[in-house]
């Protein structure tokens, strides 16, 4: 077991039914030799007492902000510098709202801005409170200002309805903190900078329609992650999508394949590793009608054209990167993806099978990592597993050819 010794977290418990879930956090953490105290809110004591916390922590707890006996000290100021690591969970929307505009009207959200220590918020709500526009928006500002979100789940909710809201689990939240504890070590991709493009493209018809594609971009994004993850420096070019923005990576928004194009090859001149995939519109409207187009008569004829093939450009003009490609197929799948791979001059190509329910949209995917002199199967997982197991391959590959 893993153990965290000398090291001091500051459990923030906020309004929800959730609160209750926050037990097994103190436990676990007690358990693997971290000092924790717990600051509740006024709202979070309707729905646990402080008794239970006492119990596990083996301290008071902290429920008062102008206390008389902890203000002699100082108290709130005190927590703020003891801690190692402030970590909130449940974080109600109330609360998120509240830090977001930097107030300080109970304990727990003086001692976030009075901590220089890192603050965690494991959000719980209802899921029409969760994608609200104002949730959303202080959610932003939070992860602008460094607060580090561990993301609801999807699933049933104390309502009885079903939707992302519902706290991320304990042991989850447990794993992230003794992450968060651990001594930085330079990661194997440190002072690497990763360059990838993700989502679709939309090709403009008219004002109003566009040609598009299924992609969503979560596999690109969950690849940002994970390279973010062991060090680089990533910029993802991104098409439109519904996802937000993975922290500490930069994103450049474009919308059709020719600003894709060039928004790729400025970027791809300062970066060591590029990753494609971005699901890009092969062709695109001839003429781009001013006006939404009405209706006369039964078809409608448009002329298209072929865009640019960035992955060949890129990886053309810039031979110097570890290039990767991507493949999305739904037949052939390992011959059109060896033939991409030696037409458009790879490195490396990964291939996956769209289509009746894969790839395209879904939270899982199955990749087949091709290379010049190999092959290896992922079988199916979440994105983000694949996406951590792709990128260790990849940096096997890159520190191979450049050793």
């Known amino acids: 077991m893993t153990t965290q010794s000398n090291k001091n977290i500051v459990i923030g418990i906020s309004g929800g039914i959730a609160a209750y879930k926050s037990a097994q956090l103190v436990r676990g953490l007690i358990k693997r030799g971290i000092t924790v105290r717990v600051c509740m809110t006024p709202a979070a004591l309707q729905f646990m007492t402080p008794l239970t916390f006492q119990a596990l922590s083996g301290h008071p707890v902290h429920t008062d902000l ?13 927590l703020a510098r003891w801690a190692d690591l402030v970590v909130i969970a449940p974080a109600s929307a109330d609360l ?28 719980a709500m209802n899921h029409r409170m969760w994608s609200h526009l104002a949730t959303q928006a202080n959610l932003n500002t939070l992860i602008q200002r460094g607060v580090i979100i561990h993301e609801p789940e999807i699933g049933q ?73 062991l060090g680089a420096k990533v910029t993802i070019v991104s098409g439109p999508v519904a996802l937000r923005a993975p922290q500490k990576v930069t994103v450049v928004s474009v919308e059709s394949a020719a600003e894709m194009h060039q928004a790729t090859l400025d970027y791809a001149a300062s970066a060591d590793i590029f990753i494609a995939t971005a699901a890009v519109s092969d062709f695109s409207t001839e003429d781009v009608f001013s006006k939404k187009i009405k209706k006369s008569g039964d078809c409608l004829t448009l002329e298209l054209k072929q865009n640019a093939d960035i992955l060949y450009d890129t990886s ?15 037949d052939n799948l390992m011959v059109y993806a ?59 590959h890159y520190n191979r050819l450049n050793s």
């Open 316 to 330: 053309h003009q810039y031979p110097q990167l570890f290039s990767v490609g991507f493949a999305a197929e739904t």
């Open 157 to 229: 909710q104390a309502c009885g309805e079903v939707g992302m809201g519902r706290m991320l689990a304990p042991d989850d939240i447990l794993k992230q903190c003794l992450k968060a504890l651990q001594p930085r070590k330079q990661g194997v991709l440190q002072g690497k900078q990763v360059l990838l493009t993700a989502g679709p493209t939309r090709e403009a018809i008219d004002p109003v329609r566009y040609i598009s594609n299924r992609s969503s971009g979560k596999m690109g994004y969950s690849i940002a992650r994970a390279a973010r993850d």
């Open 66 to 78: 102008l206390n008389p006996d902890a203000e002699a000290g100082m108290g709130h100021i005190a």
């Open 96 to 123: 998120m709202a509240r830090l977001s505009m930097g107030l300080a009207n109970d304990l727990l959200s003086t001692l976030c801005l009075a901590t220089t220590a890192p603050v965690h918020l494991a959000p």
């Open 338 to 396: 060896r033939d991409k791979l030696q037409r458009k001059k790879l490195d490396m190509i990964v291939a996956n099978p769209v289509g009746e329910g894969k790839g395209f949209d879904q939270a899982t995917n199955q990749l087949e990592i091709i290379w010049k002199e190999g092959h290896l199967s992922l079988p199916e997982k979440d994105k983000q597993t694949l996406a951590h197991e792709l990128m260790a391959i990849i940096v096997e």
